[in-house]
């Protein structure tokens, strides 16, 4: 009995064998019709033809180069210049840091753009249009753009969100509008403890369910469930700063005014002062670290009992503090449920590096689907 389901269209095929050579050029960079055939499993004729196709598109083209050898020499094939550039962004308490990103995923250009002390939008603003300005360089639009930010992010609006004791207050700037000159397409923004999370995710043996603590000078967590930084409504989840804590006195506080009670903000201002903290957690008997260990413990059975975690990891200037981490899963261990508590080993610079893969793949898959 013949099968009734229908057979693939001739184009079809002809655009799945198309994306297979687009795939291999985009992993190998340049290779040969003998080459894409045997990288991808597709008879030589039918690879020649979809070069041809894919040549006509301006998408690929001869390099110029041919393979030596035994053998006949073969032209070598990659992609095409000028396929589109997307934007990766970073915008932290110190500088906006702006990157071209090529297809390939390769940094072609970067710039940094200090911000001064006390910002406000519109100087964070102004730094931010001055670094995209700088990266393009007169290359035209950006196909896309990718935001780190070191605050909170609406995940509707894109705009970063002024929370009470933020430690970087640049009002409602919406990254967004600000970069609508340098690009033509969407523009995505998270916070940076966000996008950490997601390098994390990128790690080999990386956990589907974990918690990552940020403590810095601010205050922040990604929770990641089933491989997926949840957002929550209106992506403020991870938002911790003002959980209720035990504070100097044992009496409950936010989280944040722990700090406050130790003396350890900077002047006139919410931030932490790392570099005093750190001294303090290092004095003999330290009378501030079993303070600010209550605190974090405080903090991680919250994220227990909330988010049930296979664990929790912990980034930032101080929160790989190897007394303060031991002090913390002690404590953790007397607790009815029981979560490792772990320094997450992070890069410094691992929010970055997550938005330059999404920019990467972002512009992989406008390739792809031709859009």
Same mark, same amino acid.
């Given at each position: 009995?013949?099968?009734?389901?229908?057979?693939?269209?001739?184009?079809?095929?002809? #655009?799945?064998?198309?994306?297979?050579?687009?795939?291999?050029?985009?992993?190998?960079?340049?290779?040969?019709?003998?080459?894409?055939?045997?990288?991808?499993?597709?008879?030589?004729?039918?690879?020649?033809?979809?070069?041809?196709?894919?040549?006509?598109?301006? *998408?690929?083209?001869?390099?110029?180069?041919?393979?030596?050898?035994?053998?006949?020499?073969?032209?070598?094939?990659?992609?095409?210049?000028?396929?589109?550039?997307?934007?990766?962004?970073?915008?932290?308490?110190?500088?906006?840091?702006?990157?071209?990103? +090529?297809?390939?995923?390769?940094?072609?250009?970067?710039? /940094?753009?200090? /911000?001064?002390?006390?910002?406000?939008?519109?100087?964070?603003?102004?730094?931010?249009?001055?670094?995209?300005?700088?990266?393009?360089?007169?290359?035209?639009?950006?196909?896309?753009?990718?935001?780190?930010?070191?605050? =909170?992010?609406?995940?509707?609006?894109?705009? *970063?969100?002024?929370?009470?004791? #933020?430690?970087?207050?640049?009002?409602?700037?919406? =990254?967004?509008?600000?970069?609508?000159?340098?690009?033509?397409?969407?523009?995505?923004?998270?916070?940076?403890?966000?996008?950490?999370?997601?390098?994390?995710?990128?790690? +080999?043996? #990386?956990?589907?369910?974990?918690?990552?603590?940020?403590?810095?000078?601010?205050?922040?967590?990604?929770i990641v469930s089933d491989r997926e930084v949840r957002r929550g409504d209106?992506?403020?989840?991870?938002?911790?700063?003002?959980?209720?804590?035990?504070?100097?006195?044992?009496?409950?506080?936010?989280?944040?005014?722990?700090?406050?009670?130790?003396?350890?903000?900077?002047?006139?201002?919410?931030? /932490?002062?790392?570099?005093?903290?750190?001294?303090?957690?290092?004095?003999?008997?330290?009378?501030?670290?079993?303070?600010?260990?209550?605190?974090?413990? +405080?903090?991680?059975?919250?994220? /227990?009992?909330?988010?049930?975690?296979?664990?929790?990891?912990?980034?930032?200037?101080?929160?790989?503090?190897?007394?303060?981490?031991?002090?913390?899963?002690?404590?953790?261990? +007397?607790?009815?449920?029981?979560?490792?508590?772990?320094?997450?080993?992070?890069?410094?610079?691992?929010?970055?590096?997550?938005?330059?893969?999404h920019v990467g793949e972002g512009l992989q898959q406008a390739l792809l689907?031709?859009?």
């Open positions: 009995m013949q099968s009734s389901r229908p057979k693939p269209s001739l184009g079809l095929l002809r #655009s799945l064998t198309d994306e297979h050579v687009l795939r291999a050029l985009l992993r190998e960079r340049q290779l040969t019709r003998a080459e894409l055939a045997a990288q991808t499993g597709i008879s030589k004729p039918t690879v020649a033809e979809s070069v041809r196709r894919l040549a006509a598109e301006g *998408l690929v083209h001869d390099t110029g180069d041919r393979s030596t050898g035994r053998g006949r020499s073969g032209s070598y094939f990659a992609l095409a210049e000028g396929l589109g550039w997307g934007l990766a962004i970073s915008v932290t308490a110190e500088a906006v840091e702006a990157e071209r990103i +090529d297809l390939l995923g390769d940094v072609v250009r970067r710039t /940094i753009e200090p /911000i001064p002390d006390s910002p406000d939008q519109d100087r964070v603003g102004e730094a931010l249009t001055r670094a995209a300005t700088g990266v393009s360089n007169g290359a035209g639009p950006a196909r896309l753009a990718t935001v780190s930010a070191a605050d =909170p992010v609406d995940r509707h609006s894109g705009r *970063l969100v002024e929370l009470p004791d #933020s430690p970087f207050l640049v009002g409602t700037l919406d =990254p967004a509008a600000v970069l609508s000159e340098f690009v033509s397409g969407p523009v995505t923004v998270d916070n940076d403890v966000n996008w950490a999370a997601r390098a994390k995710l990128a790690e +080999d043996g #990386s956990p589907a369910d974990f918690a990552l603590l940020y403590l810095g000078a601010g205050l922040g967590c990604a209106t992506g403020l989840a991870g938002e911790i700063s003002h959980l209720i804590t035990r504070g100097q006195d044992s009496r409950a506080v936010h989280f944040t005014e722990v700090f406050d009670q130790l003396g350890l903000h900077r002047p006139h201002s919410s931030a /932490i002062d790392v570099s005093l903290l750190l001294r303090r957690l290092d004095e003999p008997n330290s009378a501030v670290l079993p303070v600010v260990a209550d605190a974090v413990c +405080d903090v991680a059975e919250t994220l /227990i009992a909330v988010s049930d975690p296979h664990l929790i990891m912990v980034t930032g200037p101080w929160g790989e503090h190897a007394a303060l981490v031991a002090a913390i899963r002690n404590r953790l261990a +007397d607790r009815p449920r029981q979560t490792a508590f772990l320094p997450s080993r992070l890069a410094a610079d691992a929010s970055l590096a997550a938005v330059r893969w689907t031709r859009s």
